[in-house]
């Protein structure tokens, strides 16, 4: 069965620090993962995504995530965190093997809201 | 261009009432997903349209809620006879092509309220 684990509800750093939110998965194919991020009262904005190829993908506002096949995860990361960065944090797995009516869906985790502070 | 658009943006109703939720997507996406999103929640997968095909229901929680597509292009969610537990955050996403490299993009949700 397809799944994502988010283990922090909650991540709060400092501004200017590095951050990192963590996702691990799980699927029975190859994983087409995903990053979105919610501001408050808004809809999910797409930040990145891994499909295949280099491990470490690059996105939107600076950040960047990393593939891990052998750990299953694909946490989350920026080099120096901004305040404007604070907002709630969906990781989500689509499976390779996924057929008809599956094919398209997208498996997310609970979300990890990220708190930055100055 | 224009992205995806939901409406009512907010619905307050009384309990035992039905509604109607609205999603217009991206021009020329030919899939369309609903979910639900409820408080300390993740998003609960809804239901699923592709082209023609028959729609994925698998993800509704009762027989209360139904959803169609009219013309390949807008969708319609009902909720019945509306519980408290209904209330929720609705999301609606559509993606140009369902094959699992496209990302989808998310209206902005209609908020129910189940009073």
């Known amino acids: 069965a397809q799944s994502v684990a988010q283990p922090e509800d909650q991540v709060n750093v400092a501004e200017g620090n590095p951050l990192t939110v963590k996702c691990t998965y799980s699927v029975s194919g190859n994983p087409y993962l995903f990053w979105y991020v919610q501001y408050p009262n808004r809809g999910l904005q797409f930040l990145l995504k891994y499909i295949t190829g280099d491990n470490l993908v690059k996105g939107s506002y600076g950040f960047e995530a990393e593939f891990n096949k052998s750990q299953t995860s694909f946490h989350l990361k920026k080099p120096s965190a901004l305040v404007s960065d604070s907002a709630l944090y969906f990781c989500a797995v689509r499976d390779s093997r996924g057929r008809g009516s599956t094919l398209g869906r997208l498996y997310f985790g609970r979300g990890t809201q990220l708190t930055v502070w100055p | 261009g224009a992205g995806v658009s939901q409406s009512p943006s907010n619905k307050v109703t009384e309990k035992g009432k039905d509604v109607e939720l609205r999603c217009d997507p991206i021009?020329?996406?030919?899939?369309l997903y609903w979910y639900r999103q409820s408080l300390g929640q993740g998003l609960e997968f809804l239901i699923y349209?592709?082209?023609?095909?028959?729609?994925?229901k698998s993800g509704l929680p009762s027989d209360r809620f139904s959803a169609e597509r009219t013309g390949g292009s807008v969708s319609t969610l009902t909720i019945q006879r509306t519980q408290q537990e209904d209330s929720a955050v609705y999301l609606c996403?559509?993606?140009?092509?369902?094959?699992?490299?496209?990302?989808?993009?998310f209206g902005p949700g209609t908020r129910l309220t189940v009073t």
């Open positions: 349209f592709q082209g023609n095909s028959a729609p994925d």
């Open positions: 021009s020329g996406h030919t899939a």
């Open positions: 996403a559509s993606s140009a092509d369902p094959i699992p490299t496209y990302e989808q993009y």
